[in-house]
Structure formats: C-alpha cells, structure tokens
T-cell receptor, first 112, second 114 residues
Framework: DGGITQSPKYLFRKEGQNVTLSCEQNLNHDAMYWYRQDPGQGLRLIYYSQIVNDFQKGDIAEGYSVSREKKESFPLTVTSAQKNPTAFYLC???????????FGQGTRLTVV | GQQLNQSPQSMFIQEGEDVSMNCTSSSIFNTWLWYKQDPGEGPVLLIALYKAGELTSNGRLTAQFGITRKDSFLNISASIPSDVGIYFCAGLNAGGTSYGKLTFGQGTILTVHP
C-alpha cells in the first residue's frame, strides 16, 4: 500500500542524547515536511524539503537537523541542543509544494 | 510566522446536530485544507479547496474557500460519535518567501454526546 511510514511510534531517550526519527514514503512525492505538535497547539513546521538534496528551515528549526539523500526518505534528528524535545512529531509529504500534504502516523518522543 | 485563527477552540454537541468551524488569516492563501486528527494519530485530509469562492462537499462535510482568500469554513451535518476528534484548517502558500509552507490553525476539539 502507498503511504507514509514513521518509525518508531514511541521513542524514549535520555536527556542530552541525539535521536533520529524515521520517515519513509512510497508515494513518489517530491516534497516532505516535519512538524512538531504540542498539547493545545497547532502543528509547527520544523523543516521541509522540496527536492532531493535540498531542504529549508521552518519556523522552529533550532535544535533539529534533517537530510534528504533519497526521494523517499526524510529523517529528522533531534539534537541535544533542543531544549524541550518531548513532543509528538509528524512527517508529511506532498506531490509538489503546490498540493495538499498527507501525514504519517506520528512518533511520540519522550525525553527523560 | 503566519498565523491562522481557528474558532471555536472546542465544541460539545449532541449527536445529530450540525457543526460549523472557521479559520481566518491576515494574509491570503492559494489553497485551504481541512484535516481531522484522532488521538495519537496523524491528521487525515478531509477536504482540499483550490479556488476562491469554491464550495466542496465530502459526504456530510462541506467546506468553502472565502472570496477574499483569507478565510475558510467547515460544516459537519448530522454529527455522529465517530466525528469526535481535532479538526485543523491549514493554508498553503504558492509563492513568495513562504512558498510551499503549510500554516495550521490551532485546532477545534469536537466532542459529540450520544
């Protein structure tokens, strides 16, 4: 089935450790996105990528890094520089940047 | 960044009632999208609107793209218990420095009492 797969669904890490969240899509979409969701807030854009080997910072990029080496993959690394990393992270993709985005199931990251 | 004002923040309704929610923005968008999110899951696209003035239906859902391109509303008719969830509006820019960025509203939490 075509779709967007995020893994793992739940992730626990110790404070000060970097952690990488996986996002894979088999929809042949050019654009991919990472959002962060906190309780009572909407989705905030962390990074987005229009095409392979290119990405731009979103509204809250500090403490995060991404790569886009393959069209189908857009991993997000939450670094130790992110002051409040516990959140629900959502990956999305769209055919182009002019079309609607479709979301994965999300990864809930808890830092202890 | 850009802001979308979505209202109401929450709604408590009886099964069978109609629901209306809306989003407004200080800037224009080329596309308006409406999503529904169940707890612990990713948002699911309900309706996409591409033209100012466009009115689109999807079953019991109806959404409109405002003429000014700065607002959109979503109506749900004859609500049922499975309509429970968080509804988000989102605006998509297709030009300028915000090209390709989806901006989300804060969400409307819908509770339906049987």
């Amino acid at each position: 089935d075509g779709g967007i797969t995020q893994s793992p669904k739940y992730l626990f890490r110790k404070e000060g450790q970097n952690v990488t969240l996986s996002c894979e899509q088999n929809l042949n979409h050019d654009a991919m996105y990472w959002y962060r969701q906190d309780p009572g807030q909407g989705l905030r854009l962390i990074y987005y990528s229009q095409i392979v080997n290119d990405f731009q910072k979103g509204d809250i990029a500090e403490g995060y890094s991404v790569s886009r080496e393959k069209k189908e993959s857009f991993p997000l690394t939450v670094t130790s520089a992110q002051k409040n990393p516990t959140a629900f992270y959502l990956c999305a993709s769209s055919m182009t940047q002019r079309t609607e985005a479709f979301f994965g199931q999300g990864t809930r990251l808890t830092v202890v | 960044g850009q802001q979308l004002n979505q209202s109401p923040q929450s709604m408590f309704i009886q099964e069978g009632e109609d629901v209306s929610m809306n989003c407004t923005s200080s800037s224009i968008f080329n596309t308006w999208l409406w999503y529904k999110q169940d707890p612990g899951e990713g948002p699911v696209l309900l309706i996409a609107l591409y033209k100012a003035g466009e009115l689109t239906s999807n079953g019991r859902l109806t959404a409109q793209f405002g003429i000014t391109r700065k607002d959109s509303f979503l109506n749900i008719s004859a609500s049922i218990p499975s309509d429970v969830g968080i509804y988000f509006c989102a605006g998509l820019n297709a030009g300028g420095t915000s090209y390709g960025k989806l901006t989300f509203g804060q969400g409307t939490i819908l509770t339906v009492h049987p």
